[in-house]
């Protein structure tokens, strides 16, 4: 009797994350509808097309998908991990056979569906974290063996070496911090994530040294585009060949300026919004093109709030965040074995990821690489893949007591 009474898990959510929750993906619906509905071509739109629908459309589909997973115990989930994980890498590999994978931007991302643009780089994450939580669940001991170490580092490699091959450079780095973390919060040896990344780290500078200051010989190859981020990212200018005709110069230049036109209006939104704003709608960047209409509800929709809301309405975006992310470390520590601890530990990994480099992106602390905002940014594949983390992580918190 009283062993039935113990093991009866508590089917009760996290109130003040699914709180936080619900604000963000309110002020995500409010903010698109803001970001879009300029101009006559979006009041002409069916109102059953528009985005700001759409993004309630896959709030609702994704709040759906969260509360089916939290069903099961996690421990069950857990037992299909590596089938996600190998379907995640079957899709992240078909995404980029043309006829399947479709172009937008220059990258190969999406595979398209009926109504739906399926990106599948947001769910191979949901997968590797999965995945890895469930191959470092083991004991203790076992991580200390250099095979184990290079199997983990292996999981995290694949995806990130397909997703890169898109290119995807955002989506790809959040893997890292990811999986590093979940590592050490394994318990992986120190002295192996210290060796793996002081090379990371010594990689990184050779890349950026080759990319801001090698001749275009010697330079790794990359597209031209992520190059050009790079470089309007650390101030360097447009290098001409040598012996260039005036007008290759002027050209470079201009096209200098072009491309660092997306973050020059970025922040000039965030810094013209002052303490309270303009107004939800009253955005003058947005509203006469300044800030370029076909990235303003997705990549840029802190710009949007911050010009809309000012300083309070970002204060209030960052203390949402803070809120999901707080109850996301609570979660972890009270997680009742390892497996629920590193799924917790990657979600939350995942998500702070995603929030640094978007804001980041923003405000120019960080170089502009696609990274959505999660439940802001406009985009049914980051809202779905956003809500079944959370899920995973409610998941974690209802099955606590359940020993």
């Known amino acids: 009797m009283f062993d039935a009474v113990f093991n009866k898990p508590q089917r009760r959510f996290d109130r003040v994350q699914l709180a936080a929750l619900c604000g963000l993906m309110l ?149 890292l911090p990811t999986g590093f973390l979940m590592m050490y919060v394994a318990g992986t040896p120190k002295r192996y994530l210290v060796r793996l990344l002081s090379g990371v780290a010594i990689l990184g500078a050779l890349f950026l040294a080759d990319v801001l200051f090698a001749p275009p010989k010697w330079q790794i190859k990359m597209e031209d585009y992520q190059r050009r981020r790079l470089l309007v990212y650390f101030g360097a200018e447009y290098a001409p060949p040598p012996g260039a005709p005036k007008a290759e110069k002027e050209r470079l230049r201009k096209q200098q300026f072009d491309d660092s036109h997306n973050v020059r209006q970025a922040l000039i939104s965030v810094g013209s919004g002052g303490l309270t704003g303009k107004g939800w709608r009253q955005g003058t960047q947005n509203a006469l093109g300044y800030l370029p209409r076909a990235v303003a509800h997705n990549d840029f929709i802190f710009s949007v709030i911050a010009e ?86 409610q998941n974690v918190h209802i099955y606590r007591k359940a020993y």
């Open 27 to 175: 002020l995500g619906a409010a903010f698109v509808y803001s970001a879009t509905m300029v101009g006559g071509f979006a009041n002409a739109t069916p109102w059953y097309s528009q985005s700001w629908f759409r993004q309630i459309a896959y709030c609702g589909l994704g709040l759906a998908a969260a509360s089916a997973l939290c069903m099961a115990d996690y421990r069950s989930v857990a037992r299909w991990s590596f089938v996600v994980y190998w379907l995640m890498i079957l899709l992240l590999v078909m995404v980029l056979i043309p006829g399947i994978g479709s172009i937008r931007f220059g990258a190969r991302r999406w595979i398209e569906l009926y109504f739906f643009q399926f990106q599948p780089s947001e769910f191979a994450k949901l997968g590797f974290i999965l995945a890895q939580a469930h191959f470092l669940s083991r004991p203790q001991e076992e991580l200390r063996a250099p095979a184990i170490f290079w199997k983990a580092i292996a999981l995290m490699m694949l995806p990130f070496l397909l997703i890169m091959k898109e290119p995807d450079l955002g989506s790809a780095l959040v893997l």
């Open 308 to 393: 809309e809301k000012g300083f309070v309405g970002s204060v209030l975006v960052l203390t949402l965040y803070g809120v999901v992310l707080f109850t996301g470390i609570r979660i972890a520590g009270q997680a009742r074995d390892r497996l629920g601890k590193l799924v917790a530990v990657g979600v939350v990994a995942l998500l702070f990821s995603h929030v640094f480099i978007n804001i980041g992106m923003n405000i120019r602390i960080m170089p502009v690489t696609g990274v959505p905002l999660p439940l802001l940014s406009y985009g049914g594949s980051s809202v779905l893949g956003s809500l079944i983390a959370m899920g995973l992580l």
